[in-house]
Nanobody
Framework: QVQLVESGGGLVQPGGSLRLSCAAS????????MAWFRQAPGKEREFVGG????????RYADSVKGRFTISRDNAKNTVYLQMNSLRPEDTAVYYC???????????????????WGQGTQVTVSS
């Protein structure tokens, strides 16, 4: 069992930056693919970015490429999402997720992820 706790959300102006963190419990964190998803009001949950266990494979949604960076520190059981050049359309609840069945492959389908955090609100507004 893995428990995930997100932090770092908040209110930021357009063009600003935030760094989200996801702290995981459990000794098997380092063997899981990790990902960030987001869900805006009235919309479906969507993939933002994912990273394999070693960090050798990384995927991003087209909407965040060049602005967001996902990384992980297995020694600290933590995955990060650095968000730069934020836009109002980035406003959403951001969720951290873990895929226990895959170490190398990064999927964009939320149904393949087994563990989820409670989410952290990101609001981009002037």
């Amino acid at each position: 069992q893995v428990q995930l706790v997100e932090s770092g959300g908040g209110l930021v102006q357009p063009g600003g930056s935030l760094r989200l963190s996801c702290a995981a419990s459990g000794r098997t964190f380092s063997s899981y693919t990790m990902a960030w998803f987001r869900q805006a009001p009235g919309k479906e949950r969507e993939f933002v970015g994912g990273i394999s266990w070693s960090g050798s494979r990384i995927r991003y949604a087209d909407s965040v490429k060049g602005r967001f960076t996902i990384s992980r520190d297995n020694a600290k059981n933590t995955v990060y999402l650095q968000m730069n050049s934020l836009r109002p359309e980035d406003t959403a609840v951001y969720y951290c997720a873990a895929d226990r069945d895959r170490m190398v492959v990064v999927t964009t389908n939320s149904k393949t992820y087994d563990y989820w955090g409670q989410g952290t609100q990101v609001t981009v507004s002037s």
